[in-house]
C-alpha cells in the first residue's frame, strides 16, 4: 500500500518537472516506490508465499539497489541540478565515491550470498562484503552528503532530514538498517512532490535571486 501511496505522488511529481536536469531527482519518489515494492515480495518470500529462488532474487534487488544505486543516484540528482561552482565541484566528488560504492556492492552481491530475515518486525539483510563500517560510512557520505551540500534549500533541507533518520534508525534499528532507512527515505521522498508543485526548486543562476523557502 505504500509503494502505491508513494509511487502515485512520484508520477505526479514528474508532472511537475519543466526543466531536464531536475528529471532524475524528481524521479525519487517513484524510485523508492519500486524499491518498497520489491521488498514487498521479500516478505511475501519470508513468510513462505513465493519460491525460495523469486524470494532471493527480489533480495538481491532490493539491497542492490539500496546499497549500490541510491549512493551513485542521489548524488548525481543533485549534481546535475547544481549550478557551477564549489559546491558541485565537492557533489561531483562524492558522486565518483558513490560510483565507487556502487561498483563494489555490484562484487558483493554478486560475489558473496546476501541473506534475509525477519527480527522484530523488520527485516534484516546480511552480505559479507557491504557489512562494514567504512561501506557504511561512504554510504552515508554520498547519499545524504550531497543532499547537504546542495544551493538549493529544498534539497539541504531533505538532506538533513535523511542525516536524522540515519541516526534514529541506528539508534533503534540498527540491525535492520538497510529496510527501516530506505522505509524512511521512501516516506520522506514525498516532500519532493510539495516542493516541485510549488516552484521552490529553482535551477538559474544562485546570483540571480534568493531561493525561496
Known amino acids: 500500500m505504500a509503494a502505491g501511496a508513494i509511487g502515485l505522488v512520484g508520477l505526479a511529481t514528474l508532472r511537475k518537472v519543466s526543466a ?12 523508492f516506490a519500486l524499491h518498497q515494492l520489491t521488498e514487498g515480495f521479500v516478505w511475501l518470500g519470508l513468510d513462505g508465499r513465493i519460491r525460495p529462488e523469486a524470494r532471493d532474487h527480489f533480495v538481491f ?21 547544481e549550478p557551477p561552482g564549489r559546491r558541485r565541484l565537492l557533489i561531483g566528488g562524492l558522486t565518483a565515491v558513490g560510483g565507487a560504492l556502487c561498483v563494489y556492492t555490484l562484487y558483493g552481491v554478486i560475489a558473496f550470498p546476501t541473506t534475509a530475515r525477519v527480527e522484530h518486525h523488520s527485516i534484516v539483510y ?19 552528503g550531497a543532499l547537504v551540500l546542495s544551493w538549493h534549500r529544498v534539497v539541504m533541507g531533505f538532506g538533513i532530514l535523511n542525516f536524522v533518520g540515519v541516526a534514529v534508525t541506528l539508534i533503534v534499528r540498527g540491525y535492520a538498517f538497510t529496510s527501516v532507512w530506505c522505509h524512511y527515505a ?9 516542493q516541485f508543485h ?14 525561496t523557502a
Not at 531536464?20 to 524510485?31: I, S
Not at 535551477?203 to 540571480?208: A, E, G, W, Y
Open 20 to 31: 531536464v536536469p531536475a528529471v532524475l531527482f524528481a524521479a525519487t519518489p517513484l524510485l
Open 61 to 81: 534487488l532490493f539491497v542492490l539497489y539500496a546499497q549500490g544505486v541510491l549512493p551513485l543516484l542521489m548524488p548525481l540528482a543533485v549534481y546535475l541540478m
Open 126 to 144: 546480511d552480505n559479507a562484503a557491504t557489512s562494514w563500517l567504512s561501506v557504511a560510512a561512504a554510504y552515508v557520505l554520498a547519499t545524504c
Open 186 to 194: 521512501a516516506v520522506l521522498s514525498v516532500l519532493i512532490f510539495w
Open 198 to 211: 510549488k516552484g521552490h526548486i529553482d535551477l538559474r543562476d544562485p546570483n540571480s535571486r534568493a531561493l
